[in-house]
């Protein structure tokens, strides 16, 4: 299926396509923190955005370019993102710092998720994909990697997350200045953590939850509003399929999340998958990529068999516009690893094991990369309150 050609987006497109690019320092979004200086967009489609960084030498000034460059390039009609690096004059910067200042002195935080956390969603268009085996697998790489992943089951009619993750128990509380705040039950996977909620730990694993949109939605927003997350590498938060009511008050809560779209091979799976995607971008939601899920069977003889046909990653990846990060191959292990609650990624040795660790590696290094907290912005911060507070 050939893609959909749209015309160039306007400027005000791009800039709440913009408001998802945080500078993880302030925990704002650069719109709001008024570091975009000018959007053009010409007739080709090709965006040119201006931002202005607080100093020349920022050392977060490659994971900002980076993050304007996609959140700019997943637009549909752009063809194409120049992103120019400036610096702000001294009445722009105590601006700034005015404004940072009164955040984090008079408003409170929207989420308890830290703006450095990168949150990637995991989402697909119908059920039965193994959208939750991916999240799972992912979050037990990505913690194998060393890093500090927290793991959202924001589906909550469905919850899986727990038992895939070998996790029981009840989640617990603490009383803060914050007020009660939930504790996310931990597992440590080497070097790495995860730290996990799911409605799984509520609920029995065979008790029904019977509950509509807006409750549905509240759910979700508890647990980003009122869950001790700590600090994060990454969120994965595992969707309902679909397009429904947690989807859109994820976009309208957190922003800044970036969408993984799972599939299969089949053409209709790919079909209903990209609704997915447009329902992320009516909401301004980077797509970051595709993952295709039960791929080719490979026997004991080493011949493959596409089982459920073949190149539906691809073919989706090419329609949207955006990146395949990887192929998961059919096989039975990642079913009895979830059934035990050792995801197989953990056993190694083996293609499937090997297409996890090689996602959650793309990840890291390509898709959406962590944070590295180098402190420009920091710094500045400090000296501007030091100063502000010797002032008689």
Same mark, same amino acid.
């Given at each position: 299926?050939?893609?959909?050609?749209?015309?160039?987006?306007?400027?005000?497109? %791009? $800039?709440?396509?913009?408001?998802?690019?945080?500078?993880?320092?302030?925990?704002?979004?650069?719109?709001?923190?008024?570091?975009?200086?000018?959007?053009?967009?010409?007739?080709?489609?090709?965006? %040119?955005?201006?931002?202005?960084?607080?100093?020349?030498?920022?050392?977060?000034?490659?994971?900002?370019?980076?993050?304007?460059?996609? =959140?700019?390039?997943?637009?549909?009609?752009?063809?194409?993102?120049?992103?120019?690096?400036?610096?702000?004059?001294?009445?722009? $910067?105590?601006?700034?710092?005015?404004?940072?200042?009164?955040?984090?002195?008079?408003?409170?935080?929207?989420?308890?998720?830290?703006? $450095? /956390?990168? *949150?990637?969603?995991?989402?697909?268009?119908?059920?039965?994909?193994?959208?939750?085996?991916? /999240?799972?697998?992912?979050?037990?790489?990505?913690?194998?990697?060393?890093? /500090?992943?927290?793991?959202?089951?924001?589906?909550?009619?469905?919850?899986?997350?727990? =038992?895939?993750?070998?996790?029981?128990?009840?989640?617990?509380?603490?009383?803060?200045?914050?007020?009660?705040?939930?504790?996310?039950?931990?597992?440590?996977?080497?070097?790495?953590?995860?730290?996990?909620?799911?409605?799984?730990?509520?609920?029995?694993?065979?008790?029904?939850?019977?509950?509509?949109?807006?409750?549905?939605?509240?759910?979700?927003?508890?647990?980003?509003?009122? *869950?001790?997350?700590?600090?994060?590498?990454?969120?994965?938060?595992?969707?309902?399929?679909?397009?429904?009511?947690?989807?859109?008050?994820?976009? =309208?809560?957190?922003?800044?999340?970036?969408?993984?779209?799972?599939?299969?091979?089949?053409?209709?799976?790919?079909?209903?998958?990209? $609704?997915?995607?447009?329902?992320?971008?009516?909401?301004?939601?980077?797509?970051?990529?595709?993952?295709?899920?039960?791929?080719?069977?490979?026997?004991?003889?080493?011949?493959?068999?596409?089982?459920?046909?073949?190149?539906?990653?691809?073919?989706?990846?090419?329609?949207?516009?955006?990146?395949?990060?990887?192929?998961?191959?059919?096989?039975?292990?990642?079913?009895?690893?979830?059934?035990?609650?050792?995801?197989?990624?953990?056993?190694?040795?083996?293609?499937?094991?090997?297409?996890? *660790?090689?996602?959650?590696?793309?990840?890291?290094?390509? *898709?959406?990369?962590?944070?590295?907290?180098?402190?420009?912005?920091?710094?500045?911060?400090?000296?501007?309150?030091?100063?502000?507070?010797?002032?008689?």
């Amino acid at each position: 299926m050939a893609p959909t050609r749209v015309g160039p987006p306007d400027q005000e497109t %791009v $800039r709440n396509a913009l408001r998802g690019v945080i500078d993880p320092e302030l925990g704002d979004n650069v719109v709001d923190l008024e570091m975009v200086r000018s959007v053009e967009v010409g007739e080709d489609g090709q965006v %040119v955005v201006e931002v202005a960084l607080t100093i020349a030498g920022c050392p977060l000034r490659t994971q900002l370019r980076d993050d304007v460059t996609a =959140r700019v390039g997943a637009v549909p009609g752009v063809a194409g993102v120049k992103v120019r690096m400036g610096e702000m004059n001294p009445d722009e $910067r105590s601006a700034l710092m005015a404004r940072a200042r009164w955040r984090a002195r008079e408003g409170a935080p929207v989420t308890e998720i830290p703006a $450095r /956390t990168r *949150v990637v969603a995991i989402a697909s268009g119908k059920g039965g994909v193994g959208k939750s085996s991916v /999240t799972a697998n992912l979050a037990a790489a990505l913690a194998g990697l060393g890093l /500090t992943v927290g793991v959202l089951d924001a589906d909550i009619w469905g919850f899986s997350i727990p =038992r895939m993750l070998g996790l029981e128990g009840r989640i617990s509380g603490e009383r803060t200045e914050a007020g009660p705040k939930i504790i996310p039950l931990e597992k440590r996977i080497g070097t790495g953590l995860l730290k996990v909620v799911s409605m799984g730990f509520l609920a029995g694993e065979d008790e029904a939850i019977m509950w509509r949109g807006l409750m549905l939605n509240r759910a979700v927003q508890h647990f980003l509003e009122d *869950v001790r997350w700590g600090d994060m590498d990454y969120l994965l938060i595992d969707m309902p399929p679909g397009t429904g009511d947690v989807q859109m008050g994820l976009a =309208r809560m957190l922003p800044r999340t970036e969408l993984l779209v799972v599939t299969t091979p089949p053409l209709a799976a790919q079909l209903v998958a990209t $609704r997915v995607v447009d329902m992320a971008r009516k909401g301004f939601l980077r797509v970051a990529g595709v993952v295709e899920n039960m791929s080719a069977f490979t026997c004991e003889h080493g011949t493959a068999y596409p089982l459920f046909g073949s190149g539906g990653g691809e073919r989706l990846a090419g329609e949207v516009g955006v990146p395949l990060i990887g192929s998961v191959p059919l096989d039975p292990a990642v079913a009895a690893g979830g059934d035990a609650g050792s995801p197989v990624v953990l056993a190694g040795d083996s293609p499937v094991a090997d297409a996890f *660790v090689a996602i959650a590696k793309k990840l890291v290094t390509e *898709v959406s990369p962590v944070v590295e907290m180098s402190g420009c912005t920091a710094r500045m911060m400090e000296r501007v309150e030091a100063a502000l507070d010797a002032k008689p």
